[in-house]
Structures are given as C-alpha cells and as structure tokens.
C-alpha cells in the first residue's frame, strides 16, 4: 500500500476533541502472543470494533412511519421511524446479504419491499416482503433476480412488484414479481451495453427502466438509457431524450400525477432533470442541475424535490425553476430517502439522522437514529490510519477516532466513503469517495473532518493514499468510475496546491495502488474491465507530472495490481488473485515472482514497518523476508471485515493496525530476542 512515514509525537490532545456520534468500544481486551518458528515474537491486541453506528442505505415514508434500509451492518435489517413519536418502534432482520438499497411499498401501505445488495450470488431471495399491518411477524423472501444485486424497486397500481439491478460482466434486466402466482419472472435485458439499472418506475401500463454505465463501468459500457416497458405487449421502446445521453447513468425515476421525473448521474458535466409527459413521451423539459446527481424524488403538486450531492432542491414544473432548499438544521450530507407529506420534507441521512424540514418555515428537526433506538452495529471498515495519538478507521459517512490507550471511540461526520487514510504530524488526510477529494482533520483544531481538495468530478473514486516525504507532497490514487482510467492527484499541505495528472498509466488503467522512495511515486495500474491491459507499474515524477520508466508485469501476473510497498532498493507488489513481484529500482527489472493465492485470493494491502513489507488480504496478515522475499504468516484467519477491500498501516513505533472480523486490532510484531 505505502511506505511508512515516521510521525512526530504531538502534546496530549483534548479529551473528546471531535463531535458527532459517540460509538460504543469495548474495553481493552488482552492481548495475544506467540513466538513463530522463524524467531518472531507476535503479539495482538483487541481494540474492539473498528465502526459502530446504524449504517443505512435506503429510506421510504409509508403514512406516519420512514422505514429505513441499513448499510454494511451484519445482519442486514428494516427499522420503523415513527414521525409523530420519533422513536423507532420496529424492525425486521432480512438474514442475508451486506446493505439494502431499494424499498417500496404497495400503494395501500400494506407491504413494504425490499432488495438486497449481495456480494455474490448465493440462490437465496434478494427481494423481501413485509406485512405492515403485522410488523412483529419478520419479512419474508418472496424472490430472487439473476442479477444478483437489486438497487431499485418499483410497485404498480396493481400490486405488481417491478425490480433492476445488475451483477458484474452482465448486462442487467427488468424483473417482475408477481404477488398472485408468488413468482419472478425476466422480462428481458433492455440495453445490452449497460452495467447498471438503478432506476425503475411503474404505472397500470408501462414500466421505466433506467440504467447505464456506472460504478467501474468504464469507457466499454453506454451511456444514459431509459426504456418503456408495454405490459401488455411485453416489448421495450427506447425512450431517451437527447439530451441525457451524454451522462453515464440514469440514476432515478419517479411518476408524479401525469409526469414521468428523470434524474441522472452526472459525470464531465452536471446531472440533470427532466419531466416528461406520460402520455407523450417525446414531450418533455430538461433542466441542468449543480451537482452530479439527481436522485430521492418526491414532489408536492407542480414543485418537485430532488437530492443532490449539493444539498436538496426544488424545481417547478410550471416555471423551469431550480432553487436550494433552505432551512435553518445541519449538513444532511449523503441523502438516502426523501418525502414530503403536510408540508413536510423527511430527510434519511447517511449520517444517521431524520430530518423533518418545514419549507414554508424553513426550520427543521433534526432526530439521530441511535439514541431514538435504532441498533447500533459493528460496521464493514475501508481505510486505516494511525500514529501515537488517534487511530482512525474509514466507513460510510463516518470517520472512528479511536484513543490510543483508552477505550474512548469518536464518530466523525464525512459523507461518503473514507476509501483510505493516512496522518501527517497527526493531521489525518482522506481520500473520499465518491468525488469529494482530499479531506482532513485536525484533532487539537478540528471539530469535524472537512474538504481541503477538489478534483475532476468523473475521477470520483480514490484508492491509496501516501505521502511523500521527499517532495512534501500527499499522493492519491484514483478511478474513474464512468469514464475509465484513473489519475494520481498530489497535494500539499504546506501550500494547499493541488494537481490531478489524468491517466498516468493509460487511458484504460486506473491507479489503484501508490508508493513512494526518494521523490518518486509508483503507481500500480488495475483495470477492472474484460478488455484491454492491467498490471503496468509506473515510475512518475509527481513535480512536473512525467513519466520516468514502466514496467509490464510477466503474464502470469496482469490481474491488476492490487498493492504496493518499497523497501531499500526494492518495489515489491501484489497483484489482485495474489501474485506477488519485486522489481529491483536500480535495474528497472521484475527480480522475484511467487504465487501467493492462498494467502492473498483476492485484493490485498502493503505497508513497509520496522524494515520489512507486510502485506494483509480478506483472510490473513503476513510478511516477506527482506532479502530473500519469503512470505510468513503473521495472523493467519485474520478474516477482516472489509468493505471494499482490506487495509493495514502502521503508526511510529512500527505497530500495525487492521481488522480482525469486526474488530481493530494492533499487532506488535517483533524478531524474539
């Protein structure tokens, strides 16, 4: 991943420096140690678990009450927010699958549908039902979709249940479900170039199936589709207005009275907005937004409201006119449900909160789900930083600030994904995903972590982070979720200025690892496409932006690179199914190859400590022997609850931190004496 940088202690820092959710630690437990055969002594400590809050994904107003999806919380679950009370008064646990995206409901409010996101397709059902009238009794799976995971779905006047998702290297289908016969059936694969449908509504006659190329989908997908679906004939008519085809994804459908509401996800340009007529689909307004995406739609009468990665907007029918939605309550950060009844917007944060906004009063109410009674669980982790201070773990929407030395836990406010982390004379420095940039936080200054770093909006997807010490510079690998490729963004935190060097690798490859000896970056290129190459190694110059030297990995090797760390004159890599290289810096040559599969099946982590490389994957730590590359397991079955990949730092004394299941832990890995 990185070569480590020796941090500089810092005077003792308030206690509770940062506000936003307390998440419960347990108490330190005891450590664990062993002598291995070759001569180390290891020793493990529990910090207890990395993220704990109510993480959700997905939020729908069904009369009084806003159900709610969760997010990367084991096991997947439903809760009931009751608005007039602002407790949550029910929950039903699904049992399978990582975060739930979709929800709906029948128009009586009878049931209330959800789908599941799945990290691979077991053949259990990934669509659910629940009876609302009986919310003691759990949902049931009614169905299950080919496509793996479901992101949106649709119910019909008549009850019939309409779902879109996507599997990758698939392109995706409209399903129905059919509540009469209790079956699912394909309806057939619209767009035979999209990697993605995340929109789906439905009316008597027609279905509206969105898709298009998000999400890794890259430069080989289309862009923006929408189709009509006839029910009656059982045939697809594309319906895309011009004007839309130009973003990568169409993100959000909505019938509204007469009015079928489109938004999109932008990309190189602003998302937009479109209405059109239900009765003549070629009649329709299109209006550009500010922000990259259009998504949450609900509306009242002629105004309709939308999220938006810029805060929420309304936008009227009858005039064209776009305006922010203004109140007097916080940051909403990541909106995942938005409803207007009496008056009223109910707002489903990321953050973990309801907000009920007056739009005539413009003042707001503002609920955390957690101290209304929502469960708070130990969440799935992204990037890990650490020095003698803090150690901080990445999640959706939240940063924890751990307290080294004691059980005290912080939850941090960044919308979004910290994808990785890394502390500079304990400042900590995030890449966010998805198109927020470079994020840092201060724990003696800051209260909240904050933006200090915007970049092209389409490298929306940062990888590794690292900071070169030579040059002065925060280094950041990227991927271009809609347009392929990737970037190397540098940062400096002297003077704040920034730069993006846009496919430094190729048009194809994006960056997926970087590390850093002597004012040099290399840069491990991935593509996470069928087609084209991956596994090139870049030597840069992240000053002027040149290119120094390249290598292609054997072809026994080109999975992708996943990892890199240097240690004395020596690169060493992993790439993404565990082949690992060295390439010698002097002679710009691949020196070692093994396979190392077992160990590392699949994404993997680097970080150099104490004169060695030590690399993690999802199940087990270990490191190599710096003169013959030999690799010896140091946690084996460490199994560590990853979100998008596992991670592993190291703070000054050279002691490692990483996840073991849910939990954080700190490994002291020392030559016995």
Same mark, same amino acid.
Request: charged share 20%; aromatic share 8%; proline share 5%.
């Given at each position: ?22 998440? &419960? &630690? ?32 997905? @939020? ?68 659910? !039902? ?67 449908? !995340? ?5 008597? *006659? ?9 999400? #890794? ?13 006839? !029910? ?37 340009? $602003? ?42 907007? #309304? ?14 309550? $916080? ?43 929502? $469960? ?18 990445? @999640? ?38 998805? /198109? ?51 970037? =190397? ?31 040099? %970056? ?8 069928? *087609?084209? $190459? ?13 290119? =120094? ?21 020596? =690169?060493? @890599?992993?790439? !993404? ?9 002097? /002679? ?67 002691? =490692? ?5 849910? %939990? ?10």
């Amino acid at each position: 991943m990185r070569h480590h940088t020796s941090m500089s202690r810092r005077r003792l820092l308030r206690a509770g420096g940062g506000i936003g959710l307390a998440a &419960a &630690a347990a108490p330190l437990l005891d450590a664990t140690a062993q002598a291995a055969p070759e001569g180390f002594r290891t020793r493990v400590t529990d910090l207890g678990p990395g993220i704990v809050q109510f993480a959700l994904m997905s @939020g729908i107003q069904v009369g009084d009450t806003v159900y709610i999806g969760s997010r990367n919380l084991t096991p997947t679950r439903v809760i009931g927010f009751h608005l007039p009370t602002r407790k949550v008064v029910s929950q039903t646990e699904l049992g399978h699958g990582h975060s739930i995206q979709a929800l709906a409901a029948d128009k009586d409010g009878t049931y209330l549908y959800a789908g599941i996101l799945t990290k691979g397709d077991e053949g259990r059902p990934n669509l659910f !039902r629940w009876d609302l009238s009986t919310p003691d009794k759990p949902a049931e799976g009614v169905g299950r979709t080919e496509d793996r995971d479901i992101r949106e779905l649709a119910v019909a006047p008549d009850g019939t249940v309409y779902a879109v998702g996507g599997i990758p290297g698939k392109a995706p289908a409209l399903w129905m479900y059919d509540p009469a016969d209790d079956k699912m059936t394909n309806l057939g694969i619209p767009d035979p170039k999209a990697t993605l449908a !995340r929109a789906v509504a439905a009316t008597d *006659k027609t279905v509206f199936f969105g898709a298009g190329s998000v999400l #890794s989908g890259g430069g080989e997908a289309s862009k923006a589709s929408l189709y009509a679906y006839d !029910r009656a004939k059982g045939t697809f008519s594309n319906v895309t207005p011009p004007e839309l085809e130009k973003d990568p994804s169409l993100r959000e459908l909505a019938v509204v009275g007469d009015r079928l509401v489109v938004g999109t996800s932008g990309s190189t340009q $602003p998302a937009k907005l479109a209405v059109l007529d239900l009765a003549d689909l070629s009649s329709y307004k299109v209006r550009t937004t500010e922000g990259k995406v259009v998504k949450n739609l609900t509306a009242k009468g002629d105004v309709i409201y939308f999220a938006s990665d810029a805060g929420l907007y #309304s936008y009227s029918a009858a005039t064209q006119e776009l305006a922010a939605v203004t109140f007097d309550g $916080p940051d909403l950060g990541e909106i995942w449900g938005l409803d207007h009844a009496d008056g009223k917007l109910t707002v489903v944060s990321g953050y973990g909160f309801v907000g009920e906004i007056d739009t005539t009063a413009g003042t707001s109410v503002i609920t955390e789900l957690g101290k209304a009674g929502a $469960p708070l669980s130990p969440q799935t982790a992204m990037g890990i930083a650490a020095d003698d201070q803090y150690v901080f773990v990445g @999640g959706n929407n939240v940063i924890a600030r751990h307290e080294v030395g004691t059980d005290k836990v912080v939850n941090l406010r960044a919308p979004g994904e910290a994808k990785d982390a890394e502390l500079l004379a304990g400042v900590l420095y995030t890449g966010q995903y998805s /198109s927020q940039g470079i994020w840092a936080y201060d724990p003696s200054d800051d209260k909240q972590p904050h933006q200090i770093a915007s970049f092209p909006s389409e490298q929306n997807r940062p990888l590794d982070i690292c900071h070169d010490p030579v040059n002065r510079l925060m280094l950041v690998g990227a991927q271009s979720d809609t347009e392929g490729g990737g970037s =190397l963004w540098t940062y400096s935190p002297k003077t704040g200025k920034k730069r993006a060097f846009i496919n430094p690798v190729d048009a194809i490859q994006l960056v997926r690892a970087v590390a850093t000896r002597e004012g040099v %970056a290399y840069l491990g290129g991935d593509n996470p496409t069928t *087609k084209g $190459p991956r596994g090139t190694v870049v030597a840069f110059d992240p000053v002027v932006g040149k290119e =120094l030297w390249r290598v292609d990995l054997p072809d026994s090797l080109t999975t992708g690179v996943a990892a890199l760390a240097v240690q004395g004159g020596n =690169l060493y @890599g992993l790439t !993404r199914k565990g082949g690992f290289f060295v390439i010698g810096l002097r /002679s710009r040559k691949v020196v070692h190859t093994a396979d190392h599969g077992d160990l590392c099946p699949g994404f993997a982590a680097m970080v150099t400590s104490r004169g060695r490389v030590y690399g993690v994957s999802d199940t087990t730590l270990f490191r190599f022997d710096p003169k013959t590359f030999a690799v010896s397991e140091v946690v084996p079955g460490i199994n560590g609850a990853w979100y998008s990949g596992p991670h592993v730092n190291a703070d000054s004394d050279g002691r =490692l931190y990483t996840m073991r299941g849910h %939990a954080l832990v700190r490994i002291d890995d020392k030559k016995a004496s």
